[in-house]
């Protein structure tokens, strides 16, 4: 059994919104967007380290950007066969194996805050129940994301012994009592030679003088240093783990290692406790990828995957783990009209078509959009060196905005926009306005503003001016005889396609990169890096190695491109810095 959706009204920065789940989902989102607040609403209900004194709401439960008093978390379980949670709350799992637990607050007139708990076999069926008796049977396993790992360790290692011993053989057991005998004989013999080290001896002589003058009691006691007293069992339980690295024993170290120490132990604990079924527990980690390189995070979203049993739910900030992630798993939290929303409700089949469209999963660089807010998408690697310094020197932070700049590289922009409309995610193209001779015939088109059109057409509401438009150029834009001089109702079509497709979030360059540029204000700047006679020679060698001309040209002249604030060239950038500021000011 396991979660599969999540209904949430009114609660912190959810105003209404319905999340679905897979028995494996990855939750994703930028900082603040709400999944911490996700994952609360579910413990509320799950989680037995939430007392039943904290399940009273406070004010800053409530949602806070429209006058509201209450509170609705409602949480749909399915393919509840579990025997333990049928013998214990199975007269509320409908024939079809569904189960609902929901969560009421209310803030009275009075300000008096006050909560019930509900559960039933149908959303519009609930009965309040007294308590979260339940949880005997059903829970979930909090790990957060400041986790500490020894005192963990403390806390488990006696379990993780015990548990070690249940399996042994009934000769193995007659073997390690032979062992404990001679470990407890080694005990004695160690604690009395460490006596008589004379500083170990001579250490606490100050201490147990201080100790007889506050109490006659310790006449007859003293304190000692020993190796954890003379109990055997005494001794196993000072255990601690280290690292064995050429026979030799080091202290745990790096913070990356304890992370996976951590999560190692509670994966191996909640194997262990999947072989005895006395209970359901949903695992819910947050950013398990804190202190791991690169490769170990990829790694450990498939260990994780493969290894808990039962439902997971991670959060993360790793694009390596949304690369490697399954995409109908995926659930990626967005802030529209001061309100987070999950894209497609969650996990969808719709987002996985998008990228099995795709044609291939995402790599690391483009999964990071996962976590944008805006995606600028260009046509290649120079573009994308450009604009990045352009921003820098217009002052538009692209990483203070969520804005990532992506190019398709011949892959082409509508197998980004279904990922990305599928996500929820806005984003702006500019694209070169190529003319392409039409094969096997005499005359071009233009294909840059076609595509555009493309673009709209398969993308945006209608708009009835540009869809005019349409109707009466278009063929204007599949045939002309001369790209080079273009006559003034072609000229004319093509300002006026510009114009409007603009109005889309589809930018065009008069022509491409190194044309566009070459007519910009940074014109003198280009003659005096390429140190050429005209216009034609300047743009065949930006055009020759494109990113490795545009990589050189920018590391002796960042700094310079400001004079492009006002261009052309700069409204896409602006214009991502628009998106991303509306979608907090709560205007998107």
Known sequence: MHISKVYIEGFRNFK????????????????????????????????KKISEADLEPKDSDFYIHSKTHNIFILLKFIDVTEDCVLGKIGKYVSEKGELYLAYKGVRKETGEKDYQLLIGHTETDLQEIESRYYLRVL??????SSRELFSYIRKEKKNLLLEAKKQRLEEVTEKDEKITRKIEKSIDILNERLSQLSYINSATDNLNKELMNLSIHHINNSIKFDVGGTDVNDFINNLELVSRINEKSLAIGGDGRNNQIYLALRTLKNRIEDEVPLEVTISCIEE?????????????????????????????????IASEFSPSSIVRLNYQDNATLAANDGCSELTEQSLVNFGFRLNVISSEVFYSNVVFLVEGPSEVLFYKALAIDLGIDLDKYNISIL????????????????????????????????????????????????????????????????????ETLIGTNDRENLTIDELDTIVRFKRHLMEHDIYLSNRDLEYDLIDSQIRPILYDYYKEDDDESI???????????????????QGKL????????????????????????GSN
Not at 288 to 312: F, I, N, T, W
Not at 412 to 428: C, K, M, R, T
Not at 562 to 585: F, G, H, Q, T
């Open 407 to 474: 190019m398709v590289d011949g892959v082409g922009f509508e197998p980004y926009i279904d990922v990305l409309n599928n996500l929820d995610i806005n984003w702006v193209i500019r694209t070169d306005n190529d003319i392409f001779k039409v094969p096997k015939k005499d005359y071009y088109q233009f294909s840059g503003v076609l595509r555009g059109i493309k673009i709209y057409q398969n993308y945006w509401e209608r708009n009835s001016e540009m869809d005019k438009l349409i109707d009466e150029k278009k």
């Open 539 to 557: 743009i065949k060698a930006m055009q020759k190695s494109k990113a490795t001309s545009m990589f050189n040209f920018l590391l002796t002249n």
């Open 288 to 320: 398990p990828e804190a202190h791991l390189h690169p490769h170990q995070q990829r790694r450990l979203s498939k260990y994780l995957v493969e290894s808990l049993g039962g439902q997971a739910i991670i959060t993360s900030h790793s694009p390596q």
């Open 16 to 47: 209404c919104a319905n999340i679905n789940f897979n028995e494996k989902s990855l939750v994703i989102g930028a900082n603040d967007v709400g999944k911490s607040n996700l994952i609360y609403s579910m413990r509320l209900l799950l989680d």
């Open 139 to 144: 829970n979930m396993d909090y790990i957060e």
């Open 562 to 585: 400001s004079v492009l604030k006002d261009s052309y060239i700069a409204d896409p950038l602006w214009r991502c810095k628009e998106y991303a500021e509306d979608l907090y000011n």
